[in-house]
Structure formats: C-alpha cells, structure tokens
C-alpha cells in the first residue's frame, strides 16, 4: 500500500514538474516571439470638417451660362457657371490668324515653285498672274522669268557678235590665202626680197587679226556661259529656299492648328462644376450672364450636406517622434461601458507643439488631426463634441524587446 501511494505521489510530482516546464517554455516563447502594438495615448474631441466651401473663378473672362440662385441645391458634378477666359480667347483668335496668314503663304509658296521649276526648261514661258506679277509681294519666279528673257535677249546679241567675228575671221582668211598665192608667185618670178618680206608681213598680219578673232569668240562664250550658269544656280538656290520656306509654313500650320484646337476646346469647357451636394449659400456681386471676373475672385459659396467626422487630437510632445502622418490610429469612445474602437489614420500634424497652462508643468503638446479609415468600417455618425481616447500605433515589436527597451528609458508607453 506504501509502495502505491509513493508511486502515486511520484508520478503526480513529475506530471507537476513536466506542467510547470511547458508553462514555463510556452511563456518564454511567448516573451520572445509574439508581437505587439506600441501605442502612443492621447486625448481628442470629434469635430466635422468645414462645411462651406467657396467657389473661385480659376481665370479671368466674361460670364457665358449663370442660371443658379441663392438656396438652390447643387448636386456634385453639376454645372454652377460657365465663362470665357480671355487669355484662351485672345490667343486662340491671334493663332487663327497666324495659321490663315501660313495659309496663304504656302499657296503662294507653293505656286512660286511649280512656276521656278518650270524656268528650267530654257523653252518655258510664264503667264501673266494679276495677282502676283508686277507687285511689291509678287513671286520670284516673275523676277527670275523677267531676266531669263534678258538672258535670252543677250544670248542674241552673243551670238549675233560671234557670226559677225566669224564672218570676219572668213574674210581675213581669203585675204590671207591671196597673200599666201602672191607670195608663192613672187617667189617665181624671183622678185626682190624686199616685196618678199612686206608680203610674208601682211600675211603675218592677218594671221594675227584671225587669232585676236578666235579670242573674242572665245571671252563672248565664256561671258555667255557664266552669265547662263550664275542664273541657273541662282534659280536652283531660290527653288532649295523656296522648298524650305514650305515646308517651314506646313510645320507652323500643323503647331498653330494643334494649339489652337486645344484653346477652342479650353474655351469651350471653361466650366465650374460642384465639387459636392449641397446648397448655395451665396452669391458675391450679384454675378449674371456676361459679368466680368477677376482671377481667384469668389464667385460663391456652398454648404455641403455632408459633413465628414474628424477627430481632433493632442498628444503629449515626448510623443512626437513616435507619430508620423499616415499613421494608423485606435479611437475609443469615452464612454462608461463602451469597450468598441474605430480604426483611423493620421492625416495632419502641427508643425509646432503648443503649451497647456493648465496642465501641471505647463506640458506642450502637438495638435493631431485623425480621419477615419471609411475602408474597413462605416464612419459613426456621433454628434460633435464626444472625447475620444486615440492610441497611435508606432510599430510592432516582441515583449521582450519592449521590456528590454523600456531598461533605462523615462518613455512611458501603453500597450494595447
């Protein structure tokens, strides 16, 4: 019986022992590896964001559709006023202007070239054009065609130059071969040498005024040719330059036209809509159709239906390293009883902390502005004023290392 009742108590002994253990390893797994949230606590009031919204003319112009009135009620996206800016305007109706004067320009640039090119044809002839021929803004072509005819003038006169040379050139050749027969007969009638010399002097003569001849033919082709080259290359360089000038003119067609197709459009779609639903509260300079408004001036204003709960908090300035903007945020109702919590987001931080006179010490604090997150739960609709108690979340971390980092800290945090 002794020996049972040993048994018994040994084997509940070690049951303890092996209990205890895995408490024991279950509570420093616990310690080491589960997470949790570090919270900074603060303190905070629900308030609704501004209600009335003013409404501004983004641009100056004249008012084109204002049909509404004080009371009415505007639902988001409906049209509240209509205007013309008047800088779209302006510059919509000068690039008008400047793609119909390229217009005309690539008309007449374009006639321009198929005249210059047919001037290179040495057989071409122009027709005569009332609107371009003869006129201060008339076409090169005209200009070019009127010295191709002088051109054409002095190439006669060349030529009429060189048949004269040659026909003198024949002449001084039959006397040169008279010379040369009288010479062949002085010679056998064995005349003195003195009409010997005089003779073979006159042909010598003669053989000279034939090369001075041949020269001159020679200087007029070459004057000829230069005078035919240099207009040509001057009417090839005028067709380059005039192809230039086109496709310049096109390129501003397409820009001005692309530019101006927008500004028609802005002006078209200068149109202020509601940015929510709500009621006109007023109308500033009692605004009609064809008013005049400034820049940035206020045009009217509007209440919104709806108003969105914000909360607005402080939280105690040692606290401020630990908050960021985006932050997540657990509000509690301070409310007897009330344990549910809605989950929110930070969304502004002052820039500065502030002092509470009554406060012991004259704490500073940082006013914090917490939106709900309307993602996971529906916004409640609790009236302004109800305290809240809103814990921002800096990060997750172990409990031992929570407990490690609070060794030698003056940092009070909660745990949630």
Do not use: C
């Not at 009409?195 to 004057?223: G, M, P, R, Y």
Request: aromatic content about 10%.
């Amino acid at each position: 019986m002794l020996k049972e009742y040993m048994s018994f108590f040994i084997n509940r002994r070690a049951f303890s022992i092996v209990l205890t253990l895995a408490f024991i390893i279950i509570f420093i797994f616990y310690i080491l590896f589960a997470k949790i949230d570090i919270v900074s606590s603060g303190t905070g009031v629900i308030t609704g964001s501004n209600d009335k919204i003013d409404i501004v003319s983004p641009d100056p112009g004249f008012v084109s559709v204002f049909n509404l009135k004080t009371g009415e009620s505007v639902h988001k996206g409906q049209l509240l006023f209509s205007y013309v800016n008047l800088d779209s305007f302006y510059r919509e109706k000068t690039l008008n202007e400047l793609v119909s004067f390229s217009e005309r320009n690539v008309r007449k640039v374009s006639d321009n070239l198929v005249l210059l090119k047919k001037l290179i044809n040495p057989d071409a002839e122009l027709p005569y054009n009332e609107t371009y021929a003869g006129s201060d803004a008339g076409l090169s072509a005209y200009k070019f065609y009127h010295e191709k005819l002088e051109l054409t003038g002095d190439e006669e006169n060349y030529l009429s130059r060189i048949d004269n040379i040659k026909k003198n050139i024949d002449n001084l050749n039959m006397q040169k071969n008279t010379l040369e027969q009288k010479n062949a007969l002085l010679k056998k009638s064995a005349a003195p040498a003195v009409e010997l010399l005089n003779n073979s002097a006159e042909i010598s003569k003669i053989q000279s005024q034939i090369i001075e001849a041949n020269f001159k033919i020679l200087d007029i082709e070459n004057v000829r040719k230069k005078q035919r080259d240099d207009f040509y290359n001057r009417l090839l360089g005028e067709i380059v330059n005039e192809s230039k000038l086109l496709s310049e003119q096109k390129k501003d067609i397409l820009k001005n036209t692309g530019e101006m197709e927008l500004l028609r459009n802005k002006v078209k779609s200068n149109s202020v809509l509601s940015p929510v639903d709500g009621v006109i509260l007023d109308i500033t300079q009692n605004l009609t159709n064809g008013s005049y408004i400034e820049p940035s001036q206020l045009v009217m204003k509007i209440k919104k239906d709806k108003v969105d709960r914000l909360i607005d908090a402080r939280f105690d300035a040692r606290y401020r390293p630990f908050i960021f903007k985006g932050a997540k945020v657990r509000i509690v109702i301070n409310s007897p009883g009330y344990r549910r919590y809605y989950e929110g987001f930070v969304s502004k931080i002052s820039v500065d902390s502030f002092i509470d006179k009554d406060t012991p010490g004259m704490r500073r604090f940082y006013k914090v502005e917490i939106q709900y997150d309307k993602e996971k739960q529906k916004v409640p609709e609790y009236n302004e004023g109800i305290q809240v108690s809103v814990y921002a979340i800096s990060k997750k971390m172990t409990i031992f290392s929570y407990i490690f980092s609070l060794i030698n800290s003056n940092i009070t945090f909660n745990v949630w």
